[in-house]
């Protein structure tokens, strides 16, 4: 059974920068697609970034491209998510989740796991 766990949320002051982790345990990640996705209160949740199997191929929401670069390391097992230039409006419970297929995937019915989520807080 595969197990997705987030880190590395937090506090953040606007314009700074946070990396967000996922390391996944049970077997391995680097055959399937991943992506982060977040949930700010009252909102629905919302895709962000994912990656292929391979890692060369990735995908942006609009609203942080150029500003978010979403990473993994298959020899870790493990998913990045690097936010610069953060703003108020990133503030959410960000999630990270296994597709069912190893290519960019960016429904959330797409995906089979989720992690529980970590916390990202923004201070204007």
């Known amino acids: 059974q ?5 880190s590395g949320g ?41 990656i292929n199997w391979i890692g060369d191929r990735t995908y942006y929401v609009d609203s942080v491209k150029g500003r978010f670069t979403i990473s993994r390391d298959n020899a870790k097992n493990t998913v990045y998510l690097q936010m610069n230039k953060v703003k108020p409006a990133d503030a959410a ?15 959330w019915d797409d995906f089979e ?4 989520g970590t916390q990202v807080t923004v201070s204007s």
């Not at 390391?23 to 949930?39: E, H, I, N, P």
């Open 2 to 6: 595969l197990q997705l766990v987030e």
């Open 10 to 50: 937090g506090l953040v002051q606007a314009g700074g920068s946070l990396r967000l982790s996922c390391a996944a345990s049970g077997r391995t990640l680097s055959v399937y697609g991943m992506a982060w996705f977040r949930q700010a209160p009252g909102k629905e949740r919302e895709f962000v970034a994912a």
């Open 93 to 107: 419970v960000y999630y990270c989740a296994e597709a069912r297929v190893g290519t960019i995937q960016t429904s």
């Open 113 to 116: 796991y989720w992690g529980q």
